[in-house]
Structures are given as structure tokens and as C-alpha cells.
């Protein structure tokens, strides 16, 4: 079956710090992965969307300067919070579609980010 | 403009009983999907149901099934004999495929939070 996971599953980080979060696309090849941030309100915001061979498309609010992401190959993707602060916080969750699939997409367990 | 709404913030349902949670959206693709997850308290995501914007058939997934109303750009998930295990937050959320470059983009909705009473 196609599985999602993401690394760590939870973690605290100091304000101003910066902390990565990994996506692993399992059973399945992922031609684009979706980053998402939910935030305590429950709210979903699309950070980014990275399509291999293609240039990364990030949502207004979000940069690739505070958000880079890295998606080497297509079971793969890395997503940085760099100075990190409490408006930071929430669930960041992964979506990866299958290159079979035109819509198929799987989430991951998502990455929970405490800023102190 | 893509969006979805689920005006529900919260429902609620005695063991056994029908469940229907509502959502609606805006788009101008022709092509889309309508996902329909359920979030755990862990915050983890689980997907249970999607209807294909072409299809006129309501979808069915073991106990979930969807009222599709295309024209009115309005998709119900009902859950039938609920389970106090069925409890979470549910979000609708909208696919659209993009058709000159493929792309697609979700959008969720805010989410109806049900409690299933035993």
C-alpha cells in the first residue's frame, strides 16, 4: 500500500531557531508533495507545492526563505522552518501524489512543531 | 477562486445513529475532486471518501457515502450507523487539476468536529 511518513512526529524548537522536517513517500512514487501547515486554530494553509522537474510554488505569506524545501528524487521531499517563532506552531502535514494517479494524494502523519 | 466551507464547526450523534456533515465550494475547473478526511486526535490524517467532479454517481465507501449536488456546488458526507470510534474532525477538501500544467492544488475546508456518543 502507499504510506506517508514524516520525521520527526513531534519537536520543540527555541525561538529563532530553525528545525527540518522529512517526507517519505512509501509504495508509491511521489511527483508532487504538497507541504501544509495546520495552525492551533485548525485552520489548513498550503505552504508550498513541489513538482520534480519543476520550480517550487509557494503560496502567498510563505517564502522560500523561511520555508526552503528540498525534493531530491520522488519518494522524497524536505521541508526547513528557518527562525522559527510562536506564529510558527501548528501541524505540518506532507501530501504526496502518486505519479499513477491523477489526484491520488496521501498524507502523512504530519510533523508537530512547538515553538518556546 | 478556490475555497471550501463547512459552516458545522461541530455535530454530534448518538451511537448507531446517521450522520451528515456538510460542506460547499467554489471553483471554476471543470475537473476536480472532492476528498473528504477525518483528522485523530494525534492530528493524524485519514482519508475516507472522494467524489470525481464528472461523475454524477454519489460515491459509497463502506459506511461513508457522499450526496454529490454538482450544480449546487454542495457535497455531504453521511455516515451511516455511527460509532463513537467515528469521532474526530472531519475536512472537506477541494482538488482541482489544473489543465495547462497539470498541477493541482488542495484546499481544505475548517473542519466539523463530531462526537459520537455511546
Known amino acids: 500500500g502507499a504510506l506517508v511518513y514524516q520525521y520527526p512526529r513531534r519537536t520543540i524548537c527555541k525561538s529563532g531557531t530553525s528545525m527540518r522536517m522529512e517526507c517519505q513517500a512509501v509504495?508509491?512514487?511521489?511527483?508532487?508533495v504538497a507541504w501544509y501547515r495546520q495552525s492551533p486554530q485548525k485552520t489548513f494553509e498550503l505552504i508550498a507545492l513541489?513538482?520534480?522537474?519543476?520550480?517550487?510554488?509557494?503560496e502567498q505569506n510563505f517564502t522560500q526563505e523561511k520555508f526552503p524545501i528540498s525534493h531530491p528524487n520522488l519518494s522524497f521531499s524536505s521541508m526547513t522552518v528557518l527562525n522559527a517563532y510562536l506564529e510558527d506552531r501548528g501541524l505540518y502535514l506532507c501530501?504526496?501524489?502518486?505519479?499513477?494517479?491523477?489526484?491520488?494524494?496521501?498524507f502523512g502523519p504530519g510533523t508537530r512543531l512547538t515553538v518556546l | 477562486a478556490q475555497r471550501v466551507t463547512q459552516v458545522q464547526p461541530t455535530g454530534s450523534s448518538q451511537w448507531g445513529e446517521e450522520v451528515t456533515l456538510d460542506c460547499s465550494y467554489e471553483t471554476s475547473e471543470y475537473f476536480y475532486r472532492i476528498f473528504w478526511y477525518r483528522q485523530l486526535f494525534s492530528g493524524e490524517m485519514v482519508f475516507l471518501i472522494y467524489?470525481?467532479?464528472?461523475?454524477?454517481q454519489n460515491q459509497r465507501s463502506g459506511r461513508y457515502s457522499v450526496v454529490f449536488q454538482k450544480s449546487f456546488k454542495s457535497i455531504s458526507l453521511v455516515i451511516s450507523a455511527s460509532q463513537p470510534e467515528d469521532s474526530g474532525t472531519y475536512f472537506c477538501?477541494?482538488?482541482?487539476?489544473?489543465?495547462?500544467?497539470?498541477?493541482?492544488?488542495?484546499?481544505f475546508g475548517s473542519g466539523t468536529r463530531l462526537l459520537v456518543s455511546p
Open positions: 509504495g508509491f512514487q511521489a511527483t508532487s
Open positions: 501530501g504526496a501524489r502518486d505519479r499513477r494517479a491523477t489526484y491520488e494524494q496521501y
Open positions: 513541489s513538482t520534480v522537474n519543476s520550480a517550487i510554488k509557494y
Open positions: 477538501a477541494l482538488s482541482e487539476l489544473k489543465p495547462r500544467t497539470g498541477g493541482y492544488k488542495v484546499v
Open positions: 467524489q470525481p467532479s464528472f461523475d454524477t
